[in-house]
């Protein structure tokens, strides 16, 4: 928490912000020298100096050099009207504060300047008292605009800083996240060595898919999760049957099969894992219902269950076995789009298959980098 005296509190965030300690740049335009002499004594009278200038012409070359903070500007001037130069090219842009000086008879005219964008008008000729009166009303004016403004940047600043801090610590927070997935990871890896490889392929290859489709920043992040821990559960299989180098009796298997249930209640209490379940629960189901441990149909199977669904198993048909060779790419295609509907979502097999084949990382090689 900031306190008075530490970091943006001192540079005006607080709610009592300073004045501002320099006096405004000020532009007087009239071309009666009289007048500008007196309206320059005055000002002095006030703490404050100001440039002159006699003409709209010699206006606009101080204005293009200089930006001021107040104008007063008198309406006719030999080359047209004072009152063109509160006109402005973009209508929400913020210029000067301009206090205009008319004749007595032209009123009107002064309450044109004010809907243009004039602070306030003083009639002349004018006493040295109402002069002051005037100009103090505009000097606070722009003090109050220089407080707002100055209060303004203090809080984007702020602002920023902690939205910085907030990136800082989220990034974190998923640091740490990821190494305890690692960890996870590293647990099942202890038991069934060949995991690892595949783990991190069909992890990075799931969300390279799920990016295909669109899927936020949260979605993804799961996903990768998921992916990552989706054999987790083997961790509760037994050895002889989990390392069996043959065929599984249908006894091993009703064991083996109970591994995605495992992993679920392994992790189902982790907070941050909370939406990263889906995989590690559904990843056997399919889209005929044939699959386990519930028998989901379509829809029913998470999206994400069902992107990994298309991964695992490019991931097995490029990998080596010891009863065969990996398969190229173009048979791996074949036998997705032959179990689309079946094993698969369409949908996605239809995503996946408009990929190019350097999309995914496969076994040996990394086909592109992340």
């Not at 100001?50 to 709209?56: E, F, K, M, V």
């Not at 109970?258 to 399919?286: C, R, S, W």
């Amino acid at each position: 928490m900031l306190t008075s005296g530490e970091g943006p509190w001192e540079q005006g965030v607080g709610l009592n912000v300073a004045a501002p300690t320099l006096p405004p740049r000020i532009l007087v335009v009239e071309d009666q020298k009289e007048i500008r002499s007196l309206v320059g004594a005055m000002l002095k009278i006030r703490g404050c100096s100001c440039d002159t200038a006699s003409s709209l012409a010699d206006a606009r070359e101080h204005l293009s050099r200089v930006h001021y903070d107040l104008l007063l500007i008198d309406v006719n001037l030999p080359d047209g009207s004072g009152l063109s130069l509160l006109e402005k090219e973009d209508p929400k842009a913020k210029g000067p504060l301009a206090l205009v000086m008319t004749g007595r008879n032209d009123i009107q005219t002064a309450i044109a300047a004010i809907r243009g964008g004039a602070i306030d008008f003083v009639t002349k000729p004018f006493t040295v008292g109402y002069f002051l009166q005037r100009l103090d009303k505009l000097l606070e004016e722009w003090r109050t605009r220089t407080r707002l403004q100055f209060c303004a940047r203090a809080l984007e600043t702020l602002v920023q800083m902690k939205n910085g801090e907030l990136s800082r610590t989220s990034r974190q927070i998923d640091e740490v996240c990821d190494m305890t997935v690692l960890a996870l990871g590293a647990a099942l890896n202890l038991k069934d060595h060949e995991t690892a490889d595949h783990c991190t392929r069909v992890s990075q290859n799931s969300v390279r898919l799920g990016t295909l489709l669109t899927l936020s920043a949260f979605e993804l992040k799961n996903l990768k999760w998921g992916a990552y821990l989706h054999d987790l559960g083997k961790i509760g299989i037994p050895e002889l049957i989990l390392l069996k180098p043959g065929e599984l009796t249908p006894d091993e298997r009703r064991v083996m099969e109970k591994h995605p249930l495992m992993g679920y209640t392994m992790i189902q209490n982790i907070e941050f894992l909370t939406f990263a379940t889906d995989v590690v629960l559904a990843h056997h189901e399919k889209y005929d219902g044939t699959g386990y441990p519930y028998g989901l149909q379509d829809t029913r199977i998470p999206l994400n269950a069902g992107i990994f669904a298309v991964i695992d198993a490019l991931d097995a048909m490029t990998s080596d076995r010891p009863y065969r060779a990996a398969l190229p790419f173009s048979a791996v295609g074949k036998e997705v789009a032959r179990h689309a509907g079946s094993q698969f979502d369409p949908e996605i097999v239809e995503i996946f298959l408009g990929a190019p084949e350097t999309t995914w990382l496969v076994q040996g090689r990394m086909l592109v980098k992340d």
